[in-house]
């Protein structure tokens, strides 16, 4: 069974950088594009970051020259450096394939605020 463990988040103030990491268990990710996504409270889940399996990346536009995402297939891991952050990128954070998505993991709870 595939496990989605997100880790990383916390309170940040506004300008503030974190780094979000995602371990995935139980299956390989090297050939899956892998994808960041944000919830906040009362409002959809959004998709932040998007990389491919060779390693082309997409932002949503209020990421863009901010955030970047990154993949370690050896490790089996995702990341998501975080920098400039600001009190509208609070949310929960969840890693996932975009297509055909395996369970969702307990987020990682991102706070911006002074």
């Known amino acids: 069974q595939v496990q989605l463990v997100e880790s990383g988040g916390g309170l940040v103030q506004?300008?503030?950088?974190?780094?979000?990491?995602?371990?995935?268990?139980g299956s390989i990710i090297r050939i899956y594009s892998m994808v960041w996504y944000r919830q906040a409270p009362g409002?959809?889940?959004?998709?932040?970051?998007?990389?491919?399996s060779g390693g082309t990346t997409n932002y949503a536009d209020s990421v863009k020259g901010?955030?970047?995402i990154s993949r370690d297939n050896a490790k089996?891991?995702?990341?998501?450096q975080m920098n400039g952050l600001k009190p509208e990128d609070t949310a929960v954070y969840?890693?996932?394939r975009p297509l055909n998505p395996w369970p969702w993991?307990?987020?990682t709870q991102v706070t911006v605020s002074s």
């Open 43 to 52: 409002k959809q889940r959004d998709l932040v970051a998007h990389i491919t």
């Open 94 to 96: 969840y890693c996932n």
């Open 14 to 25: 506004p300008g503030g950088s974190l780094r979000l990491s995602c371990a995935v268990s």
């Open 105 to 107: 993991g307990q987020g």
């Open 66 to 68: 901010r955030f970047t």
């Open 76 to 80: 089996k891991s995702v990341s998501l």
